[in-house]
């Protein structure tokens, strides 16, 4: 149900929101593919197309790779590369979201349904890196820990909290869920890439 316009873009959008979730801006990346003999031309210049529009877009040229044959199927790596102050940089020792969730999650369930055409469906094939709100949130001094929710609120939440030794009340009826969405595809769901992060009580 993915493009090949589509798949590009995705695979670099993931990787420039864990660079956004370090209060960085990205600068290059790397892109590494190994395809099977049968890959058609056609569609190795429209993944490329998806790739270069949004590496346009932010600014980060990509700068080296490699690309082998594969036995079979398809292998896509890419490598991010991020510059911030030092002062600006959040590591994840610590944990609050930048925007609604359940989306994606919602739009993978649309696809899984057959129902490919959706504005959910192509959500979850199309992430959005905050990448400016990852700028923005890294300059501020009230921010202690940021980091991207790929793998879903429930489960990245809980990555911190191990992390910091802490535990956290979560009010489920303030999470935002997003429109078509509900709370549980919010809660667990995967793949939103918005931000999550931790700052001072007077700033949350």
Known sequence: ATTARELGRKSLAVNLSDIAAMGARPV???L???LPADAEDAWTAEFMEGYRELSA???????GGDTTRSAGGITINVTAIGRAPDAHVKRRDVVFVAGELGASGAGLRDILAGRYD???????RNPEPQVGEGAWLGA???VHAMMDLSDGLASDLGHILDRSSAGAEVELSLIPVAPGSDLRTAACGGEDYKLLLTADPPAA
Do not use: D
């Open 57 to 63: 877009r932010y600014g980060a040229a990509l700068v």
């Open 32 to 34: 590494s593919l190994a």
């Open 140 to 142: 501020r001094s009230e």
């Open 28 to 30: 290059a990346t790397l």
């Open 118 to 124: 959706t504005p959910l469906a192509a959500v979850h």
